[in-house]
């Protein structure tokens, strides 16, 4: 929303700087992994590699190959996969990362921070790195112990693992070269789940936690020793304690003075970030509030920069070059750390270098990348919580519709956004843009009071009714309204015109895959259902269904070994669907156990192995111990605030976990209840303890809320 000049934060803006890396390092194709700027800038011709998140420096998640193309797509099948199921506990984990291909070689990562090097044409393992990782973090994780992918650099492979620990290791051996740690206080809620990004001279990664009351910054690392080049935080703290660099300085300005610095304010970077080596700039989206609403986060208002904002930074020296806030005074966790896309667009009468990004707002929105300057914005989904975007003051419109300060209010987009991490991509081809959208609206509630309590969920909301909602609820909180059905719908969007050109709506909402388009007019996206569809580019017809009995959220790549192309995707349902998974019977984990795959497909290839059934879990007898009354009401209250996003008390029409059911537990369970609630004593397996936020009664009252469920259901189901 603002252009700052050079002279006010950082100096000249370097153009076209190439010197990335160690300009002593001689450059090899022959060395393992080994991606250069020559290289990378180069890729967008070959198309035989996939050499970054996005395939090419300007992550369009696209690729010119187009040896599979509209004719032949009926004959893709089958031809390798690779077990990459999680290292602790054997619980199943989502999948998110995008592999990168380098010279015959796959590089890619699953939960936790596990990276895997593989034999592209077969799926056979070169090595495999498992880092030592605190299991704890599991508890420190919103959304799953998901990690988004590696980077590839000049024989090096970067990683950030769930604890915290960015990870430089040798491309040939995985052998560690060094490692750095990125969390700032290790008292509270920090995790990684975001890819690092090369950007020139150093490496950059961000962490999570603004659910859980952190407070948002990315950091450089050098890319020989790991040492730490500089920090940008992304909001400020308290203004007592001083500012550690001038940009948080200007955005303080943009709070209230007494804001609720305890919570964080959050604005954390986890999603994809892009750099552009031409200009020398490292594009940055930071995440939402915390807590959620602007009223109690800062009281006295203003637009809380740098929010749900995209920040240019000057990787040299971790100054802002410009910034632009798509959601001032944000409250309903309007993340703008949805992958960003670089092309070459016509915009009024000239080729103009813009970014687009479609963030959980609702807006898809088109900025001149050299200078921020805001050139469209139109909404693609349903949106009630603004009318438009003014294109003078590149501000939202608001509607007050979705001001629930006062009483709870019907909001879409929700929370999950219009658009999630998944990865849209852009075809340079037919110049359309393919969005994995998702509609899942909210009715929002302030709390009457909010109490921060470190390294646990800090939304500081007072109701918070997901869909689908009952007719009664509907007709009170979004009475005449549009978008109150859930859904999924795969867009091709016209980033110049603003409007769709078709669309494609999956059959079970939440927690689809992101997108790949290729030069053969084909647009791949993997389903909850356990398919990888594949659809003509321009007209979105459904050219190909491969089930692979596995839920797919991750983007699918392509490449070409030995005059063969080949496509792949990593398969495994979990992230934030591990805990709010759909209750429809087809989504892939209700039929076929959940396992992390990389499955890879070739023309002439065969029908894809099915995992194994999935296997219903019995309900033992609950367990001889006489249930107290008392603690029954706080019991359930505090299971939904600490247990209730990963476990089960029984069937839920909302809620659905692939952990384990606690209305399912065995006697032996239930005999060590609090040293595994309290001590932690799975904690090898990802179960983390609560001992320092719940005491022994707490622990208690859970207990017996729990025997009481179990007791319940056990009498239902074994009435005669």
């Known amino acids: 929303m603002k252009i700052l000049t050079h002279a006010v934060l950082s100096g000249i803006l370097p153009l076209a700087s190439l010197s990335w890396g160690n300009p002593e390092q001689t450059t090899s194709?022959?060395?393992?992994?080994?991606?250069?700027?020559?290289?990378?800038?180069?890729?967008?011709q070959e198309g035989a590699n996939w050499l970054s998140l996005g395939n090419n420096w300007k992550q369009q998640h696209y690729s010119p190959l187009e040896d599979i193309n509209a004719s032949n797509v009926a004959e893709l099948g089958f031809a390798w996969e690779y077990d990459a199921s999680s290292r602790i506990g054997k619980v199943p984990r989502g999948l998110e990362a995008t592999p990168f291909v380098v010279d015959g070689v796959m590089y890619t990562?699953?939960?936790?921070?596990?990276?895997?090097?593989?034999?592209?044409?077969?799926?056979?393992?070169?090595?495999?790195?498992?880092?030592?990782?605190?299991?704890?973090?599991?508890?420190?994780?919103?959304c799953d112990v998901v990690n988004r992918g590696v980077a590839v650099w000049k024989g090096r492979v970067y990683v950030g693992t769930i604890d915290g620990w960015l990870t430089s290791l040798d491309a040939a051996t995985g052998k560690v070269n060094w490692r750095s740690d990125v969390i700032i206080d290790r008292t509270m809620a920090y995790a990684n789940t975001g890819p690092p990004q090369i950007a020139g001279r150093v490496i950059v990664i961000g962490t999570s936690g603004a659910d859980m009351g952190a407070r948002g910054y990315f950091s450089a690392y050098d890319l020989e020793t790991g040492e730490l080049v500089w920090r940008f935080f992304t909001v400020p703290g308290d203004p007592k304690n001083g500012y550690e660099h001038p940009e948080v300085e200007m955005a303080a300005k943009t709070w209230d003075p007494d804001s609720r610095w305890e919570a964080g304010g959050g604005g954390t970077v986890w999603g994809q970030m892009t750099y552009d080596p031409e200009l020398n700039l490292l594009y940055v989206g930071t995440s939402n509030g915390s807590p959620y609403p602007a009223w109690i986060r800062s009281p006295s208002g203003g637009d809380n920069l740098f929010l749900c904002s995209i920040l240019a930074i000057n990787p040299d020296t971790g100054r802002l070059i410009w910034y632009y806030q798509e959601t001032p005074g944000e409250s309903w966790d309007?993340?703008?750390?949805?992958?960003?896309?670089?092309?070459?667009?016509?915009?009024?009468?000239?080729?103009?270098?813009?970014l687009m990004q479609a963030p959980k707002n609702g807006f898809f929105y088109v900025l001149d990348r050299e200078t921020g300057e805001l050139l469209s914005a139109e909404n693609f989904v349903e949106v009630n919580w603004a009318s438009h975007i003014d294109l003078e003051t590149g501000r939202p419109v608001f509607t007050g519709l979705a001001d629930y300060r006062d009483e709870?209010?019907?909001?879409?987009?929700?929370?999950?956004?219009?658009?999630?991490?998944?990865?849209?991509?852009?075809?340079?081809?037919?110049?359309?843009?393919?969005?994995?959208?998702?509609?899942?609206?909210?009715?929002?509630g302030s709390p009457s009071s909010f109490t921060y309590q470190k390294a646990t969920w800090s939304m500081g909301l007072g109701m918070g009714i997901n869909v689908p909602f009952s007719p009664e609820d509907k007709k009170t909180y979004a009475d005449g309204q549009k978008g109150t059905e859930k859904e999924d719908i795969l867009?091709?969007?016209?980033?110049?015109?603003?409007?769709?050109?078709?669309?494609?709506?999956?059959?079970?909402?939440?927690?689809?895959g992101g997108i790949l388009s290729t030069g053969g007019d084909l647009v791949f996206q993997g389903t909850n259902t356990g398919h990888l569809n594949v659809y003509h580019a321009r007209t979105g017809k459904l050219l190909k269904e491969l089930f692979t009995g596995t839920g797919i959220m991750a983007a699918p790549m392509t490449y070409r070994i030995d005059g063969v192309q080949y496509v792949a995707v990593m398969a495994s349902y979990g992230g934030g669907r591990l805990a709010f998974g759909s209750t429809e019977k087809e989504v892939a984990f209700y039929q076929y156990k959940n396992y992390g795959r990389i499955l890879a497909f070739r023309s002439g290839g065969g029908d894809t192995p099915l995992p194994p059934k999935a296997e219903p879990v019995p309900r033992p007898a609950p367990p001889d111990i006489q249930v107290n009354p008392d603690y029954l009401e706080s019991g359930a209250g505090l299971f939904a605030f600490y247990c209730r996003l990963c476990h089960q008390a029984g069937p839920n029409e909302i809620f659905f976990s692939q952990y384990p059911d606690l209305s399912k537990m065995t006697e032996g369970t239930h005999a060590i209840f609090n040293q595994i609630v309290l001590d932690g004593v799975y904690a090898p397996l990802g179960m983390a303890g609560f001992a320092d936020v719940l005491n022994e009664q707490q622990a208690e009252m859970i207990h017996h809320f729990l025997i009481s469920r179990q007791e319940e259901l056990w009498e239902a189901e074994n009435q005669e």
């Open 408 to 444: 709870p209010k019907f909001v879409v987009p929700g929370p999950y956004g219009a658009h999630n991490w998944n990865p849209m991509s852009y075809s340079p081809e037919t110049g359309l843009v393919y969005i994995p959208t998702t509609n899942t609206p909210m009715v929002f």
């Open 109 to 142: 990562s699953g939960a936790w921070g596990v990276v895997y090097a593989l034999k592209a044409n077969t799926g056979e393992e070169i090595w495999r790195y498992d880092p030592p990782v605190d299991p704890t973090y599991s508890r420190k994780a919103c």
């Open 334 to 354: 309007y993340t703008a750390t949805q992958n960003m896309i670089l092309a070459e667009l016509e915009f009024g009468g000239r080729m103009r270098k813009v």
């Open 29 to 44: 194709y022959d060395v393992a992994g080994w991606i250069d700027e020559e290289r990378l800038l180069k890729e967008d």
């Open 491 to 512: 867009k091709a969007w016209d980033p110049v015109k603003q409007e769709a050109v078709w669309e494609v709506k999956l059959p079970i909402a939440m927690g689809n």
